[in-house]
């Protein structure tokens, strides 16, 4: 379906391929994964996403694009 998240059965966000919560999700992470990048020197891409995904503190929007991506990854 053209219309849906890529995540969920929430209608798509213009210029995005997620929903709004997914979308929301998807640039915190792009935003942050400088920042981690500062913190733990080298970090690729990959080992950020598995990093999100194993932290509890994650919220579980971030947590679900995070698996979307790392499968692309
Ligand atoms: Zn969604």
């Known amino acids: 379906m053209l219309d ?13 391929d997620y ?3 997914h979308s929301e999700a998807f640039k915190i992470i792009n935003e942050k994964f400088p920042l981690w990048k500062d913190a733990f020197g080298e970090l690729s891409w990959k080992e950020y ?5 194993k932290n509890s503190a994650t919220g579980q929007w971030i947590k679900e694009v995070a698996e979307g991506l790392l499968k692309k990854a």
């Open 49 to 53: 996403l598995e990093n999100l995904i």
């Open 4 to 16: 849906t998240c890529n995540l969920c059965e929430r209608k798509k966000e213009k210029d995005s």
């Open 19 to 21: 929903c709004i919560y």
